[in-house]
């Protein structure tokens, strides 16, 4: 009770990263809810959970999660490599959709949003 408490946030997010790296969407995606619902400001964990549900091709369900990475940019004007990753794959879904004007708006957005380091969740 006296020592340290765990980030059980950074604890899900290891192990959703570890289901990923593994190809074990499913189980990414479970892991990634869990670190969303801790930490709902990291968009790195948003942006994989985005891509291994593109992985089991729910598309619709991944572009909702790359739209929901982009809340905690706007709240903290963060332009990290998982934001202009998350418009660039959203743009990919929308024009294989052959929604071409909003696909267009996706990329866009991409290309001015700056690609730095992976961000360390916090």
Do not use: C
């Amino acid at each position: 009770m006296l020592g340290p408490k765990l980030d059980t946030a950074a604890i899900y997010y290891q192990f959703g990263l570890l289901e990923y790296s593994r190809q074990r969407y499913d189980a990414a995606i479970n892991r990634l809810d869990a670190a969303v619902k801790a930490s709902p400001k990291n968009s790195y964990a948003m942006f994989l959970r985005a891509r291994s549900k593109e992985a089991l091709h729910l598309n619709q369900a991944a572009m909702n999660d790359y739209a929901l990475g982009r809340k905690p940019q706007r709240a903290s004007d963060d332009s990290s490599w998982s934001v202009g990753q998350a418009h660039f794959h959203r743009g990919v879904l929308l024009y294989e959709a052959k929604d071409y004007a909003r696909a267009d708006g996706e990329f866009a957005n991409a290309l001015n949003t700056r690609l730095t380091e992976i961000p360390r969740p916090t």
